[in-house]
């Protein structure tokens, strides 16, 4: 049964873990525009501090600051009630992803994770259903009809790449033997990385990861140049900034997932983390959150070298191209799996 | 502790059903809807059966409702007027689907309590994870569960036909 000190541990975990995600997405905010300077021959904004690193700072007090708009078309309460139905769900994800090898205290074992549901996978995917939610009703509540087009795209545009992604988890699954993440890294460290067993099943992950969480070039749900803003065009201020967060926690998120199905999660390679103690765990938690910078990195590369998917493109892509590719994925697996067995 | 969350959530879920049908407005009646099943997933969650509990929010509050919202959305279904009076026809009519209801609704409750009170305690706690669904699933189960899937497929290709017989 529970006693003070797991209550405590658990506590002190859901605190630093919401710590973390929110550190990561104002490095990931500032990383984003330096990087899009970077890239296009610009400064990108050095102002605020050294480098510019407390421009996300500045601007979250901007958000505070400013007037909060409230158009009068709006359905009133779906459109205060849109944003935290998306944050919500972007936060609690993070929960049952393992951030690194158990911690050994005063001859307890920590395990590095939120909550060890023995169904985590189905967790994730369920939560990010739910976000729809909040771009959806956020879409049609603001009464105009841009954000109404990027709301009804949002909801085709998750359903359809749910598929894809699902279909390249179960791939992992089934050579895991366990729904639960920790089992999936802990069956990666037993033998190697998924990415080299099923780097088709990576892919479709990585694809379906970018249309998931919004992002070019499937950022057809903001695209603003057909759609100003998408969803979130007639919101402002605080409420901006909170679409705004669960874009990034999603994509942390995104990337946190990635790299527990197909990176080894909290996985050294050539090291034995358990024979290191306690170095180990603290070097396993470094090696998860490098591989998660580096997918977020990957997020804003694409984001300013790819040009966005037409509609009818993004479509096709998912229903006849992923779709497809997954179920391939599924199929050789299990023969492979029957022919070794 | 349980008990107390049980009646909770059993609350929100009465509340949540009462708002869905009492609405006049389409969209909050499936929002409302979705909270239902939110609460229900809760419920399963008391039981220990994570597995169906996930996917209640997983298939029902994340895939199926999505769909109504669009539905309702691209409709534009305006809210229902309210009617200065209810015709005569119409009350009797209610009146024999509420009758109905309540008989099923009593047949049920009696049928549930039975096997709750026959069947063998430690076999409750078993159900509801992946394992043992999936194994019913692919070997007791197998017929049923093909031929759903078979419908599924065909309700599938029908509507496909029916919406693309135009182009």
């Known amino acids: 049964m529970m006693d003070t000190f797991d209550l405590l541990a658990i506590l002190i975990k859901v605190v630093a873990v919401f710590a973390i995600i929110l550190v990561l997405i104002i490095a990931s905010i500032i990383a984003e525009r330096r990087v899009a300077g970077f890239m296009q021959y610009r400064l990108g904004p050095n102002r605020v501090g050294p480098l510019g690193f407390f421009q996300p700072f500045a601007d979250a007090l901007k958000f505070l600051l400013k007037e909060d708009i409230i158009p009068d078309q709006v359905n009133r309460p779906l459109y205060l009630l849109a944003p935290v139905i998306t944050m919500i769900p972007a936060f609690m994800t993070f929960a049952v992803i393992p951030f690194g090898a158990p911690l050994e205290i005063a001859g307890r074992t920590v395990a590095l994770q939120v909550a060890d549901l023995n169904i985590g996978v189905l967790y994730i995917l369920a939560l990010t259903s739910v976000g729809v939610y909040g771009l959806v009703l956020a879409g049609w509540s603001s009464g105009s009809k841009y954000p109404l087009l990027g709301g009804l795209r949002s909801s085709a545009q998750l359903i359809s790449y749910e598929l894809a992604m699902g279909l390249a988890i179960i791939g992992i699954i089934m050579i895991s033997g366990g729904l639960t993440l920790t089992e999936i890294v802990a069956h990666q460290q037993a033998t190697s990385w998924n990415f080299w067993k099923q780097p088709l099943a990576a892919l479709i992950f990585l694809v379906a990861m970018y249309a998931e969480t919004n992002r070019l070039p499937f950022d057809l749900t903001e695209a603003e140049q057909e759609l100003v803003g998408g969803y979130h065009t007639e919101y402002s201020s605080f409420k901006f900034m909170m679409f705004f967060m669960s874009e990034y926690s999603n994509m942390i998120t995104a990337s946190a997932f990635m790299v527990c199905l197909f990176f080894g999660g909290w996985d050294i390679p050539f090291v034995d983390e358990a024979a290191l103690g306690n170095l180990g765990v603290i070097l396993s938690v470094l090696a998860f959150f490098a591989k998660v910078v580096g997918f977020l990195f990957l997020y804003i590369l694409v984001r300013w070298t790819l040009p966005r998917f037409r509609y009818d493109q993004l479509m096709r892509l998912g229903w006849k191209v992923l779709l497809p590719l997954g179920l391939l994925n599924v199929f050789v697996v299990g023969l492979w799996m029957a022919v070794t067995a | ?167």
């Not at chain 2, 009492?22 to 229900?40: E, Q």
């Not at chain 2, 309210?82 to 009350?91: I, K, S, T, W």
């Not at chain 2, 309590?113 to 197998?142: C, D, H, K, W």
């Open chain 2, 1 to 167: 502790m349980t008990s107390i969350l049980f009646y909770i959530f059993a609350v929100f879920v009465l509340g949540a059903g009462l708002f869905v049908v009492l609405n006049r407005n389409p969209i909050y009646s499936v929002v409302g809807l979705v909270f239902a099943f939110m609460n229900l997933a809760a419920m399963y969650f008391l039981l220990e059966a994570y597995f169906i509990g996930i996917l209640q929010v997983l298939i029902y509050a994340g895939a199926i409702m999505v769909l109504f919202l669009f539905v309702v959305m691209l409709l534009n279904v305006q809210p229902d007027k309210p009617r200065p009076g209810l015709v005569h026809l119409d009350r009797w009519w209610y009146a024999l689907m509420a009758l109905v209801f309540v008989g099923v609704f009593l047949v049920l409750v009696g049928e549930g309590t039975r096997m709750l009170l026959t069947s063998p305690a430690g076999e409750a706690i078993q159900t509801g994870n992946v394992a043992s669904v999936g194994e019913a699933l692919f070997t007791q189960y197998l017929l049923p569960f093909e031929i759903a899937s078979l419908l599924l497929t065909v309700a599938l290709v029908g509507t496909v036909f029916l919406a693309k017989r135009k182009v």
